[in-house]
């Protein structure tokens, strides 16, 4: 079956991208890829997540373009939240940040819409993403943690021998991974404390 429908693919990472592709293509959708991440930090993170995002492109054989990486105006955007939890408002202003500028790229490319990988991910609030795509405009509701989304993009992700991270991508989300696991540490050491002394 041909289409000439047309979405472009906002993706966050190569792993989260796989699956969501997968969907998109099933629905009949001509894909596109669009990686604008300006949240990611350091550099050297946004640039290994990218090549993952080229590396599931040339799997599927899609366009992907990629956004001028602006860590200093990301920052700019979220002033003031650097310690509000992750999930919080500050993560509402980063989706908000990179959704208006999908939005700009789709209506200057003449997309039928955008959507975006983020969805996918089960730490992420679906209802917070589809409420600041669409204040961006342009945006086509999926969520790609149904259909065992996720599940599908760790299978994808571990075929096609992608990086996965264990943090969303800013410093602040950074910080919380490492203290979520110096807790798991402590939790650990004090459990098998409590074992010895049985």
Known sequence: MT??????????CGPCATASIERLIEDNWIVDLFYSNSNISPKQEYDKRFEGVKKTAEYFNLKYFADEYDHEA????????????????????????SF???????????YDGFTSSLSISPYKNSKLLFEKGADAGLFIEYNFKKKNGYKRSIELARELGL?????????????????????????????QGAGQNE
């Open 100 to 110: 208006k500028r999908a939005a700009a790229f789709a209506e200057t490319g003449g």
């Open 3 to 12: 289409t000439d429908k047309r979405i472009l693919l906002h993706v966050c």
């Open 163 to 191: 990086y996965r991270q264990n943090y969303c991508g800013c410093e602040f989300s950074f910080s919380e991974m490492l203290e979520r696991q110096r807790n798991k540490e402590h939790e650990s050491e004090v459990h």
């Open 74 to 97: 990301w920052l700019d955007a979220v002033k003031g939240l650097e310690d509000q939890p992750e999930g919080g408002l500050r993560c509402a202003l980063c989706f908000s940040y």
